[in-house]
């Protein structure tokens, strides 16, 4: 068994996407979202958001399809958090096993996870892969499974008092909170520590230091 398994958050952690999603929002939904402000849709999944929004559940499907096609359409390379991508090519070097989850739909996560051009064949737990997503420690306890990993050899990244809560309640001690512009309202209370850049965690720090190749 593997030392180390890590395990990320990917809206807001791998890509700086949470205003993307809300301006996407906006184009499509100008009406709901006249009132609505980013920070109070984040950590939400696409069918929370909607209803968040007062969008009838039979319309979800049509208009999930579209926010996904617009989201794909804006995003890109450009929208990666600093230090991301090296840190993940280190993971890959050294083997280290890792995995994403997610309460956005799959095809969603794939696009965000495309921009870091990886070799690889991702792990993937996405909102439609599990009934029950963030705050319960589902996707979480599925992701550690995926891994074969243990609990207290697992750091997860995440960026939402949500994502932290499901976290801690799959049993993992690691949880770090990795704010971005629009985390104002997050308290990270749960989380073991709030970083600023990846090498505050003194794992990643090593990692992103060794020349192992």
Known sequence: MSSLFVIFDIDGV??????????????????????????????????????????????YDE????????????????????????????????????????????????????????QIEPLLISGDDIERTKPYPDPYLAMLRCLHADPDKTIVIEDTDLGIKAATAAGIKHVYGWPHSLSGTESYINARKVINSLDEIDTFDAILNSNEK
């Open 14 to 59: 791998i890509v700086d996407s949470e205003q993307l999603h809300f301006d996407v929002l906006k184009a499509l939904l100008p009406e709901q979202t006249k009132k609505a402000k980013p920070e109070d849709l984040i950590g939400l999944s696409l069918e929370a958001t909607l209803a968040t929004l007062g969008i009838n559940a039979e319309q």
């Open 63 to 118: 208009i999930i399809v579209e926010i996904v096609s617009a989201y794909k359409a804006m995003l890109g390379p450009r929208y990666l958090r600093s230090g991301i991508r090296s840190l993940i090519e280190k993971l890959i070097e050294q083997k280290i096993p890792f995995g994403f989850v997610s309460t956005a739909p799959r095809d969603i996560c794939l696009s965000n996870i495309g921009t870091l051009e990886l």
